[in-house]
């Protein structure tokens, strides 16, 4: 059992719907990212937070819009997603930003946009 | 910038040993990171070198050579469970970048 847990682990939504990710973690970590995992593609950095500030913003269009109210939970509100945007999104964790490389990922939240 | 390559595929035999590359063209970083990834599941962390030369963990070792770029993950006498996708991955010394980079995986077939 992981020790971050996303929700919805599906989501299919239209290109006008709105509609957000959840992530938590129990580890008592202070930092928190998102990923985007698409076929054959590194995973790609989307967000940091470390200490519920955003620290890093990897040149994410404005159409996902993140939110960390505390440190032990990350979403991702979406809104007028384009088809390209379907990928797996994955959240994690970690004791602070400068550690060994060692991230505590969930299961991921599988994204279809129709 | 940071750049990391693996092969995409590799496919061995149960009780084999493999060997999983990872090269990598990046200004700098921390140390070189490696997870695993199974169909559906999450991103679990497997090994780090921070230093150059072999870590050992169980069936698993991961090397790291900075003078040439290189690194890999050695996986002995391998299981079935074993089939999976792994990830190499390094923390820039970037300024401003605090997260990882990851290659865009191995994914390891294991046969019986």
């Known amino acids: 059992e992981t020790g971050v847990t996303q929700t919805p682990r599906h989501l299919v939504m239209g290109m006008t719907n709105k509609k957000s990710l959840k992530c938590e973690q129990h580890l008592g970590h202070n930092a928190m990212y998102w990923y985007k995992q698409s076929a054959k593609k590194p995973l790609e950095l989307m967000f940091v937070?470390?200490?519920?500030?955003?620290?890093e913003n990897n040149s994410v269009p404005s159409r996902f819009s993140p939110e960390c109210p505390n440190s032990s939970h990350l979403f991702l509100h979406l809104h007028t997603l384009q088809p390209e945007d379907s990928a797996l999104y994955l959240c994690?964790?970690?004791?602070?930003?400068?550690?060994?490389?060692?991230?505590?990922f969930g299961e991921g939240s599988r994204l279809t946009v129709l | 910038g940071q750049s990391l390559e693996q092969p995409s595929e590799v496919t061995a035999v149960e009780g084999a040993i493999v060997q999983i590359n990872c090269t990598y063209q990046?200004?700098?970083?921390?140390?070189l990171s490696w997870y695993q990834q199974h169909d559906g599941g999450a991103p679990t962390f497997l090994s780090y070198n921070g230093l150059d030369g072999l870590e050992e963990t169980g069936r698993f070792s991961s090397f790291l050579s900075r003078s040439d770029s290189y690194g890999y993950l050695l996986l002995q006498e391998l299981q079935m469970k074993d089939s999976a996708s792994y990830f190499c991955?390094?923390?820039?010394?970037?300024?401003?970048?605090?997260?990882?980079?990851f290659g865009s995986g191995t994914r390891l077939q294991v046969q019986p």
């Open positions: 990046t200004s700098g970083f921390y140390g």
């Open positions: 994690a964790s970690s004791k602070g930003t400068r550690n060994t490389g060692e991230l505590f």
């Open positions: 991955a390094v923390r820039p010394l970037d300024t401003g970048r605090r997260a990882l980079t």
């Open positions: 937070y470390s200490l519920e500030e955003r620290v």
